[in-house]
């Protein structure tokens, strides 16, 4: 069964740990992360998905952010890591 997690609109240090809790939780299953409605991004919660990216590879199950925010996607971008977290579609385009 696929699993869900919609991202609040703040990502910030606060967020960082629930998000964590959050993902730990639904580990094992695919999982879709909804980032539409994201409006601050900060490091430590860019580094919690990454993390969780990694795991869901390793586990070798599907981990997909559906429409990612522009402030989710430019984010992304400025710590150079939207290769690791985006999809093909998201990378590079400009909104």
Request: hydrophobic share 50%; glycine share 8%; with cysteine.
């Amino acid at each position: 069964m696929m699993a869900a997690i919609a991202l609040p609109e703040n990502l910030d240090l606060k967020a960082a740990a629930p998000l964590k809790a959050a993902l730990l939780e639904r580990r094992g299953a695919p999982i879709e992360i909804e980032a539409d409605k994201v409006r601050r991004f900060g490091g430590l919660c860019l580094q919690v998905l990454l993390a969780a990216r990694k795991a869901w590879d390793q586990d070798g199950q599907s981990f997909s952010i559906n429409g990612p925010s522009e402030v989710f996607v430019e984010t992304t971008r400025l710590f150079g890591a939207e290769k690791a977290l985006l999809s093909a579609e998201f990378q590079g385009a400009e909104s």
